[in-house]
């Protein structure tokens, strides 16, 4: 039986694993980590993370051929396979702070893959990471094993939050990088074998390791251009009278473009898109292409600003204040179907707010307030100025409270906003909600979700992203 060990047990590492564990019950798939209250949860009835479907495929394979365990070294060393997928994050202190991927678990999994090797082994990146790592990968495996053939393979996860599971069971593309020899030919054909079980040969893309890494890399940063595109045109959409919806239809039209990712919204956020695309800024700065660098820079300044614009908009259309204003904040994960606040455009949102002195109500139907209230008390990387951390005034974080029901935090509120899309908010009672809330009654839409016509009809005075403003 084929053996496959996946070396961190989170957003990619579980479902991902979960799922070749469906589709190929004869391979045995492990997934490991350090982390032991991660691995209790896999085991146990409620998973660490929230996706749709998730539930019910680890429910089938687990016990049978899916296991996660701690215990890493002895699953590492007996696998024929070993993905890599722990976290990446952004660098925070040192050279290229700010900017370049943090490699530390990446380095420190190669380190101990090494050391408890005993046979060949194919070592895939799961995790994203910066062009060429495949090579210091390489080194590191060679350098520190005897005799041992390590293929190294470039395999990066396309898979959306809250969609993951059918994006992994219908997946536009498998990619798979390896070196052109013999042996990294067969070990890619191996890796490809083991997709084929569900996935459409034709879908399955084999490259060149430096392609592979960095089609992730340019994925990620081409999805983000779009949004900061399309939210650029709502800012001059609401200079101008001009619809955004409107203005995305027109455009997505054109089949040269597309429809898909044309939505304005408050901003983009997430593990990924800004971590990936500051990534590539610096690696673009290491190769002397300060222009393309600054090029990708401005996706995430567009980003920034759309949030503070947002901000801004809620401030001055309550006559300039916000000072001991309740303010009710539905939606607090950076998506629906997901309980991931990563980077959640919210969070600046809510210090903003909080700058401003309001009084913010949150409801968030995934997100607890244990994990609100420490997203909110963390210190803010600034990826533009590294060297200042802003920490949150131990005040501030008073003026929060974590409702659990959207009536109980938009009671006595002078303003919503909606900083999540999730479908339970468009069904919303808002006549009940217009009753219990303070006159004038402002509702801020950060994602387009609920319909400014009807609520305008109830007394609601509305701002939707890249919409004409009230008439
Ligand atoms: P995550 O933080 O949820 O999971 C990483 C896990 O790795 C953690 O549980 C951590 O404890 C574990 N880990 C770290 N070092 C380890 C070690 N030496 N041994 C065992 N376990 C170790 O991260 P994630 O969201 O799953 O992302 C993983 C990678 O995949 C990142 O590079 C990310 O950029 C990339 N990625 C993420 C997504 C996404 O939507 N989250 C999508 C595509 C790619």
Request: include cysteine; glycine fraction near 6%.
């Amino acid at each position: 039986m084929v053996k496959i060990c996946c070396i961190g047990a989170g957003y990619v590492g579980g479902p991902t694993m979960a799922v070749i564990a469906l589709k190929c019950p004869f391979i045995e798939v492990t997934v490991v980590d350090i982390s032991v209250s991660r691995i209790d949860a896999w085991n146990s009835e409620q998973l660490p993370i929230y996706e749709p479907g998730l539930e019910d495929v680890v429910k089938q394979c687990r016990g049978k051929n899916l296991f996660f365990s701690c215990d890493v070294e002895k699953h590492v060393g007996e696998a024929d396979i070993v993905f890599v997928s722990v976290n990446t994050p952004t660098k925070t202190q040192g050279l290229g702070a700010g900017k370049a991927a943090d490699l530390t678990y990446w380095e420190s999994a190669a380190r101990m893959i090494a050391d408890v090797s005993k046979s060949d082994k194919i070592v895939v990146e799961k995790s994203t990471v910066p062009v060429k790592t495949a090579e210091a990968i390489e080194k590191i495996l060679t350098h520190n094993s005897d005799g041992i053939n390590f293929q190294i393979l470039s395999n990066p996860e396309f898979l959306a939050e809250g969609t993951a599971i059918q994006d992994l069971l219908t997946p536009n593309r498998v990619l798979i990088g390896g070196r052109e020899t013999p042996e990294g030919i067969k070990a890619i054909e191996k890796l490809k074998n083991v997709y084929a079980n569900w996935v459409p040969v034709e879908s399955i893309l084999c490259t060149n390791l430096w392609s592979a890494e960095l089609s992730k890399l340019a994925a990620n940063a081409f999805l983000a251009q779009r949004i900061s595109s399309v939210n650029a045109i709502s800012a001059l959409c609401e200079a101008t009278g001009a619809d955004i919806s409107e203005v995305s239809h027109s455009v997505g039209t054109d089949t040269r473009i597309g429809p898909k990712f044309l939505n304005a919204s408050v901003g983009f956020g997430g593990s990924c898109f800004q971590k990936d695309i500051l990534n590539l800024v610096y690696i673009c700065e290491c190769n002397g292409l300060p222009e393309v660098a600054n090029y990708w820079k401005h996706i995430i300044r567009i980003n920034d600003y759309q949030k503070s614009r947002f901000v801004n908009r809620v401030v001055s259309s309550m006559f300039n204040t916000a000072s001991g204003k309740k303010i009710a904040i539905l939606g607090f994960a950076f998506k629906k179907d997901t309980g991931d606040t990563r980077e959640t455009p919210a969070i600046d949102v809510c210090k903003g707010l909080l700058g401003e002195k309001a009084n913010l109500s949150i409801y968030d139907p995934q997100v607890s307030a244990d994990h609100i209230e420490r997203d909110l008390s963390t210190e803010k990387f600034d990826w533009d100025h590294p060297a200042h951390l802003q920490p949150m005034s131990p005040t501030a974080i008073k003026q929060v409270r974590v409702e659990w029901d959207a009536y109980e935090a938009t009671k006595d509120a002078h303003g919503l906003c909606f900083l999540t899309e999730w479908d339970e908010f468009k069904k919303l009672d808002f006549q009940r909600i217009y009753n219990d809330m303070q006159r004038p009654s402002f509702v801020f839409d950060g994602r387009n979700i609920v319909d400014a016509v009807k609520l305008r009809r109830i007394g609601f005075i509305v701002y939707s992203v890249g919409k004409p403003l009230d008439p």
